[in-house]
């Protein structure tokens, strides 16, 4: 069975819910109050593999599609999975997906760069201190328009090294830019036009 977040009626997950939406409309300036996106709540791995449409790894718990949320029920954490649960940990999941949705907004349902849309949750949803920091990029560039582990290992300390040096607004207005893209060309045009460099990890590592 597939609960809704009002079925689920878990306190602490709508607490969640609520502080997300929150800190992600104080982040992205959005403005979002109405038709807020829904949340299914999963209980089992079977449907996590029903909804995602092919059998997942169990690493798998979360993911968003067609404006909506679908989420491992916390309560089933180490049992339908490979992760355990700790509030932090899960918190910062569910506002890394609800990120993807506020990223959708702002650039009309573009969603390339993969290694901008992925690092931007990550650093977004305070996930950067979960994960071990790094010396030197050599590898989130080549995800454009595809996953791998290396997008989850660099491409949150990208985002989070531009945003300091060069600040938010810079950010959202390249993420408002992918409007116009078409290609990974005209989006390395977009960058540099933005930060005033092109984008390599030559650069990119003279900033770290």
């Not at 995800?143 to 997008?151: P, T």
């Not at 408002?176 to 078409?182: A, D, N, P, V």
Request: glycine share 6%; aromatic share 16%; net charge positive.
């Amino acid at each position: 069975m597939i609960y809704s977040l009002k079925q689920n009626k878990d306190k602490v997950f709508e607490e969640m819910y609520e502080k997300s939406m929150k800190e992600l409309d104080e982040f992205y300036k959005l403005g979002w109050k109405h038709h807020l996106p829904p949340i299914i709540i999963l209980k089992t791995r079977k449907e996590i593999d029903k909804f995602w449409g092919n059998e997942t790894e169990d690493w798998l718990v979360a993911f968003a599609d067609r404006g909506k949320i679908f989420i491992l029920d916390r309560k089933r954490f180490g049992k339908e999975n490979s992760h355990k649960y700790s509030y932090e940990e899960y918190y910062c999941l569910l506002k890394h997906e609800l990120g993807h949705l506020f990223f959708e907004h702002i650039s009309k349902g573009r969603n390339n760069p993969t290694w901008i849309n992925e690092g931007t949750q990550i650093f977004v949803a305070g996930q950067l201190k979960f994960k071990k920091s790094i010396k030197k990029f050599s590898k989130f560039i080549e995800h454009y328009d595809n996953w791998g582990k290396e997008v989850y290992q660099e491409s949150g300390f990208a985002i989070e090294l531009l945003v300091k040096k060069f600040g938010k607004e810079r950010l959202i207005n390249l993420i408002e830019g992918l409007r116009k893209i078409s290609s990974e060309e005209e989006f390395n045009k977009l960058f540099k036009k933005i930060y005033g460099f092109e984008l390599n990890y030559k650069n990119m590592n003279k900033l770290l």
